[in-house]
């Protein structure tokens, strides 16, 4: 903006309501957008067709970000295409949002620190998630432990229950693996590779179709007495340790025990308390949420988040 056009706009400041006056100052303080898109890591391909990224050419500028256009597709896109920030407003508060999952921050107190409503706040929350939910542990291999936990069955959000409501997430009718109890199994190496599967159901179908391209078939896998996991070794050929729970037989021969399973377990559910209960719909984001947290640990900043909002993780964290 030139100096002529500046000091006719500023002369237009005294007309401006209370309410335009107090957008303004809030604007000002927000930090540069730039400063946030620029953490956003180059495009590799098309969005749309896959085409390599020589195939893109600059194509002007959207909302603050680098806009191209494929001469493959001929379409538009830019680094948060066909992710869960495309078509996303205020980039410049996306960092405070990412910070604000990094602490856990319930959807209302996240809103109050981004300046945004309660309502946008839970959009943005799986909008960010949508994509880190699905950057599981391609590939697992030595010892590996695997157990499963339950999450009580939940309509949280709906208007039309196919039961009686409860409050603050409550007690389900059956325990264990009744009907209401949501099974997640859990996978973890000693690297710290970790992988999570909401199942419909616990079964030999249901397991086999997640552990079978996840675990090596040299790899050693430690469970506990459940009968799927040893159908599922005995059938794949790999070598099973079953570990009881029985006082005094948790670990076997020093090294084959599910200790590490059991507390991300405890870590999970722990932190799962904070939300009252979470909608069964949207359980695979969270446990995405708390693998990415898992993944870079103390070392997580607010642009890992973003990274992994558009769905490019950073190939130094752990557990990737």
């Known amino acids: 903006m030139d100096t002529q056009v500046f000091q006719r706009w500023l002369a237009q400041v005294s007309q401006l309501s209370s309410k335009q006056k107090s957008a303004l100052h809030q604007a000002l303080q927000e930090p540069p957008t730039m400063e946030v898109l620029d953490s956003l890591p180059a495009l590799q391909s098309c969005p749309h067709c896959q085409a390599k990224a020589e195939q893109l050419a600059p194509w002007g500028w959207s909302r603050g970000l680098r806009r191209y256009r494929c001469r493959a597709c001929r379409r538009t896109c830019s680094a948060v295409s066909s992710s869960g920030l495309a078509r ?19 959807v209302r107190k996240a809103a109050k620190r981004c300046g945004i409503s309660k309502n946008t706040a839970f959009l943005w929350r799986h909008r960010f998630l949508a994509c880190a939910a699905q950057h599981h542990a391609a590939h697992e291999a030595g010892i590996v432990e695997v157990d499963e936990t339950f999450f009580l069955e939940s309509f949280k959000g709906q208007r039309k229950l196919p039961r009686a409501p409860r409050q603050r997430g409550g007690v389900g009718k059956t325990r264990g693996t009744g009907k209401d109890q949501i099974p997640v199994m859990v996978v973890r190496d000693r690297e710290g590779h970790t992988a999570d599967f909401k199942l419909e159901k616990l079964d030999a179908e249901h397991v086999r179709a997640a552990l079978l391209p996840l675990i090596d078939r040299e790899a050693v896998l430690c469970s506990d007495g459940a009968a799927v996991y040893a159908s599922f070794a005995r059938v794949q050929g790999i070598t099973h340790h079953v570990v009881h729970s029985r006082p005094g037989e948790r670990v076997q021969q020093g090294a084959f025990h599910i200790q590490n399973v059991n507390a991300y377990h405890s870590r999970l559910k722990s932190w799962m308390t904070r ?21 870079y640990q103390q070392r997580i900043e607010p642009t890992h988040c973003i990274q992994e909002a558009v769905g490019r993780t950073v190939q130094h964290a752990i557990g990737t």
């Open 88 to 106: 996303l407003h205020y980039p410049g508060r996306w960092k405070d949002y990412a910070q604000a999952l990094i602490e856990g921050l319930s």
């Open 275 to 295: 939300f009252h209960g979470v909608a069964t719909r949207y359980l695979p984001n969270y446990l995405g949420w708390r693998r990415m947290l898992e993944r």
